[in-house]
């Protein structure tokens, strides 16, 4: 489990690498693969993490059908609308992947806190009018 992890964040810093040298126009053969990880990766991970009820290969498996549709419903969108550049598309990418990771944040479970206690409130009688 400890290896997925430090493997996954690995490739999510490859990926970040990569958006940055997009992003900052520079022109290299790691480039291109670099961002790749990031448009597939990036996003699996925030879906991944809204996902917490399912067991890790449910969890990889559906993470990563949402994120290749991801990258392919941005793609279509943007030639559909003759828009298409890569940095726009990346700048696309990154702003769901920023949506994602606020939603995994907000709906989050978190567990009761310890002096979060609740107050028993006595009922008096049934309800039933008399």
């Known amino acids: 489990m400890m290896r997925a992890l430090l ?4 490739l999510v810093l490859a990926g970040l690498t990569g958006a940055a040298l997009t992003l900052a126009g520079v022109e290299s053969p790691a480039t291109g693969s670099l961002t790749l990880l990031f448009v597939l990766f990036t996003p699996a991970l925030g879906v991944a993490m809204l996902m917490t009820g399912l067991d890790l290969l449910a969890r990889a498996i559906v ?4 994120s290749v549709a991801l990258a392919a419903s941005v793609a279509e969108v943007m030639l559909v609308t003759s828009s298409w550049s890569p940095r ?3 700048i696309a990418i990154m702003i769901a992947c920023v949506g994602l990771a606020i939603a995994a944040l907000v709906l989050r479970p978190r567990p009761p ?4 206690e609740t107050i028993p ?3 008096v009688g049934d309800g039933r009018a008399g």
């Not at 993470?63 to 949402?66: E, F, Q, S």
């Not at 806190?113 to 979060?116: I, L, M, S, W």
Request: glycine content about 22%; proline content about 6%; aromatic content about 0%.
């Open 113 to 116: 806190a310890a002096d979060d």
């Open 63 to 66: 993470a990563g059908a949402a």
């Open 7 to 10: 493997l996954l964040g690995t």
């Open 121 to 123: 409130i006595p009922v």
């Open 88 to 90: 726009g598309g990346l």
